[in-house]
């Protein structure tokens, strides 16, 4: 099964952000320049150093939920991101909506475990609304 995946109209994942630069100090806005694809999607990098990072395992780098929200898919929805919203947990890059409707990562927070279960077995299902 082939799941979605969060891509701009240019195929580029996570709006343009780094994926490395998430786990190495805090989020920064790719170079279209300095570019990667990865299945179906484009990652742009800040530097050549996180590129290569990410090609040499970039399943370490990117985001759960095909990049959508991490709240959104734990209730079956597939709801765009706040590339600056974010968490890491064990390695894993998460994603959050932080909009006009709200700001999901203190939901996600208040209860991690329980909600990271629930999205993983959507995810798995694949059946979104």
């Known amino acids: 099964m082939s799941h979605p995946i969060n891509l701009t109209e240019q195929n580029v994942a996570i709006n343009g952000y ?5 786990f190495v100090d805090q989020p920064l806005p790719g170079n279209p320049d300095i570019a990667a694809t990865y299945g179906e999607a484009t990652y742009y ?3 050549a150093e996180n590129k290569a990072k990410f090609e040499a ?7 759960q939920y ?4 991490a709240v959104a898919v734990s209730e079956g929805k597939l709801v765009p991101v706040n590339p600056e ?3 890491v947990t064990d390695n894993k890059l998460y994603l959050f909506y932080n909009g006009e409707g709200g700001n ?3 939901q996600w927070e208040a209860d991690e475990t329980t909600m990271k279960n629930n999205a993983d077995a959507a995810w798995a299902k694949g059946d979104f609304v």
């Open 18 to 22: 780094d994926p490395v630069s998430y």
């Open 57 to 63: 395992d970039p399943e370490a780098y990117v985001p």
């Open 85 to 87: 919203t974010y968490k």
């Open 66 to 69: 095909g990049g959508f929200c």
């Open 45 to 47: 990098f800040a530097n």
């Open 104 to 106: 999901t990562k203190p």
